[in-house]
């Protein structure tokens, strides 16, 4: 069964990084291209960041081109989500899954841009 926890949420000023974190298991993760989602109050889920199986290319939504960067550790079944000059657009849970996507999504992790 597909298990995903995402961590490294939490509150931040503008400006500010957060590196978010999720740990997969249940499937052969070095033989799927990885997504970060983020869903805000009263909006759709929406597609943040993708990366291929081997990191060789990667995909961001226009609003985070050149702020955030997705990673992945294979060894570790993990990948990553750097957010760098955060907004305060950027708030939302932001959620990890593989693709195409799982059914089985994770608790996601709360990230909120406030001063």
């Known amino acids: 069964q597909v298990q995903l926890v995402e961590s490294g949420g939490g509150l931040v000023q503008p400006g500010g990084s957060l590196r978010l974190s999720c740990a997969a298991s249940?499937?052969?993760?070095?033989?799927?291209?990885m997504n970060w989602y983020r869903q805000a109050p009263g909006k759709e889920r929406e597609l943040v960041a993708t990366?291929?199986?081997?990191?060789?290319?990667?995909n961001y939504a226009d609003s985070v081109k050149g702020r955030f960067t997705i990673s992945r550790d294979n060894a570790k079944n993990t990948v990553y989500l750097q957010m760098n000059s955060l907004k305060p657009e950027d708030t939302a849970v932001y959620y990890c899954?593989?693709?195409?996507?799982?059914?089985?999504w994770g608790q996601g992790t709360q990230v909120t841009v406030s001063s």
């Open positions: 990366i291929s199986v081997i990191s060789s290319w990667t």
């Open positions: 249940g499937f052969t993760f070095s033989s799927y291209a």
């Open positions: 899954n593989k693709a195409p996507p799982s059914g089985n």
